[in-house]
């Protein structure tokens, strides 16, 4: 008798996909890798975000560079408190030759009985010290201790200006700093050179490497 053979029937490969767990599982598995790419790109964008904010932050800027662009702007402010205005006295005018004859010889400057022209303004207020203050941001660039003609501090600012204040003591900046308009420099103090001016604060103002009148800025 022929023996018959067995014949076993393998099972559908696809069967596995009719189980009814089967799609679920794939939709799920591709709702969490779209999540997963959604997170990286909002945490990619945030952090360039965040970049972009640190680098236009003026704090994490160059204070140097601040100041420089700062300074371009301002306008020239008084070399001491605005409220000590009204008791300022202009001791001796800056020497112009276009100015009247009593304007003239107010800005003339006498030691051991010879006459020299004043490239700035003296001022006193009540014949006391006062703080003398930046009259615009700018760099320190030179400090000179001088007892006889009276200690200086000397600021140049980026707009091409030159400011300089002498007969002082106390100096708080060094060449070199960078300093912020209205910031304390030094406090006013005599000098031999111009004794009878007593406690003052000589003040020039440069432009372009030339002397101006501190009073074409300022209304003293």
Do not use: C
């Not at 009540?126 to 030179?142: I, K, W």
């Not at 300093?179 to 000098?191: D, F, R």
């Amino acid at each position: 008798m022929r023996e018959e053979k067995q014949i076993k029937v393998s099972p559908n490969k696809n069967s596995w996909q009719k189980k009814p767990w089967f799609w679920p599982s794939i939709y799920a598995a591709v709702a969490v890798v779209l999540i997963g790419l959604i997170f990286s790109y909002n945490a990619l964008i945030g952090d360039e975000k965040e970049s972009e904010v640190v680098q236009n932050d003026p704090a994490s800027e160059d204070p140097s560079a601040v100041i420089e662009t700062n300074a371009r702007t301002e306008t020239l402010k008084y070399p001491f408190n605005e409220e000590a205005l009204d008791n300022v006295e202009v001791l001796q005018d800056f020497y112009d030759v276009t100015a009247d004859a009593e304007t003239r010889e107010k800005a003339l400057l006498v030691f051991n009985q010879t006459f020299s022209t004043s490239s700035g303004v003296s001022l006193s207020v009540n014949n006391e010290p006062f703080e003398v203050l930046a009259a615009m941001s700018g760099e320190v660039t030179e400090v000179k201790l001088d007892e006889f003609t009276g200690n200086e501090v000397v600021l140049t600012h980026p707009n091409g200006m030159e400011t300089r204040y002498s007969s002082v003591t106390d100096i708080l900046v060094k060449q070199g700093d960078t300093v912020n308009q209205g910031q304390p420099l030094a406090t006013t103090i005599e000098n031999e050179w111009n004794p009878t001016a007593g406690i003052h604060l000589h003040f020039e103002v440069l432009q372009d490497g030339e002397h101006v009148n501190p009073r074409g800025f300022l209304a003293f």
